[in-house]
Structures are given as C-alpha cells and as structure tokens.
C-alpha cells in the first residue's frame, strides 16, 4: 500500500496533439513565444526557443525540460541578421533532428507620433517586424521542405490594424 502523502510525483504527461513536430519560435524569451514554446511542448513538440536575450531564451527552456525533458532547446538570435539565423536554424535543425514548424513571433513597437517618432524606431520596428520575418521564412525554407508536412505562422498585433495616433509605425505594417 502506497501512502498518498510519500508517493513520488511523476512528470506531467505529455499530450500527442503535435508530437514529432520540430517548432523553431522566434521572440520566445518571455510572453507569446514562451507561452507558444511551453504549450506545444506539453502537446509532444520539440521545441527551440529563440530571443536577441539568449538567457530569457535559456532560461524558458530550462523551465519546460524540468516538466519535459529534452524537449526544448534554446538558441540566441537577433532576427535582423541574415548570418544569425541560418546559424540558429542550422543549430536547431541538429537539435531536434529537422524543423517543421517556424512561428515567426519577435516583434515590437514605438510609442510616439508622427512628430516624435524617430527615424531610428522607424527603421527598428519594420528592421525586426517586417524583415526579420522575411529573412527568417527565407532561410527556414530549406529545413521546412525536408520537413513536410510543414507550416510557417506569422504572429501580428491588432496594432498593425488599427489606424492609432500614437504608434505610426505599426499602423504602416
């Protein structure tokens, strides 16, 4: 008889909804990306998170290898450098054995007018909102192909949708 009080608890179970896939998420040091990573682990992904902060990125997946062992992995990535992400996806793609998924989730926004917004966080939001996606997409193809079936998702914020005084630089998104 196993007294309920001693009894050694276990890992969670890992559901199956997406095992085997090979999810490379961008932007996965904290909030959306993060919350993406440790979900589809529990679903049955391997997972690599990527961030410009490798330890958010680090960090995040230490969490989910304590629930799951061996299914995340974490890269450093700077989604504005061409030469960052094939080292990263190259990485990735060693780790988990391919990539099938790629969800492109890094981004960020300004505050300000069209008065008060700098040319330089112009050039940043639309150097990681919009090139980074291209760039990423671009240099993930190769491992998606070998990965089929595969899917590229694109995260995006209401606020490139809504006309809004105060952030001209999603607005143009």
């Given at each position: 008889?196993?007294?309920?009080?001693?009894?050694?608890?276990?890992?969670?179970?890992?559901?199956?909804?997406?095992?085997?896939?090979?999810?490379?998420?961008?932007?996965?040091?904290?909030?959306?990306?993060?919350?993406?990573?440790?979900?589809?682990?529990?679903?049955?992904a391997s997972v690599?998170?990527?961030?410009?902060t490798a330890e958010?990125?680090?960090?995040?997946?230490?969490?989910?290898?304590?629930?799951?062992?061996?299914?995340?992995?974490?890269?450093?990535?700077?989604?504005?450098?061409?030469?960052?992400?094939?080292?990263?996806?190259?990485?990735?793609?060693?780790?988990m054995g391919g990539?099938?998924?790629?969800?492109?989730?890094?981004?960020?926004?300004?505050?300000?007018?069209?008065?008060?917004?700098?040319?330089?966080?112009?050039?940043?939001?639309?150097?990681?909102?919009?090139?980074?996606?291209?760039?990423?997409?671009?240099?993930?193809?190769?491992?998606?192909?070998?990965?089929?079936?595969?899917?590229?998702?694109?995260?995006?914020?209401?606020?490139?949708?809504?006309?809004?005084?105060?952030?001209?630089?999603?607005?143009?998104?």
């Amino acid at each position: 008889m196993v007294d309920e009080n001693t009894e050694k608890k276990s890992a969670p179970a890992r559901g199956n909804r997406v095992a085997g896939k090979k999810v490379f998420i961008t932007g996965a040091g904290q909030g959306l990306g993060a919350t993406f990573a440790k979900m589809l682990a529990a679903e049955g992904a391997s997972v690599t998170l990527s961030d410009v902060t490798a330890e958010a990125a680090e960090a995040q997946a230490g969490k989910i290898n304590r629930k799951y062992p061996g299914a995340a992995h974490a890269v450093a990535l700077d989604v504005t450098q061409e030469a960052q992400w094939k080292d990263a996806l190259r990485d990735a793609e060693t780790k988990m054995g391919g990539i099938s998924v790629l969800i492109n989730n890094a981004g960020i926004g300004t505050w300000g007018n069209i008065e008060t917004e700098t040319s330089e966080g112009w050039k940043k939001v639309h150097d990681i909102n919009l090139n980074g996606v291209f760039m990423g997409t671009q240099a993930a193809m190769p491992y998606l192909k070998m990965s089929q079936p595969a899917s590229i998702i694109t995260i995006s914020s209401i606020a490139s949708m809504l006309a809004d005084a105060n952030s001209p630089a999603l607005d143009e998104l």
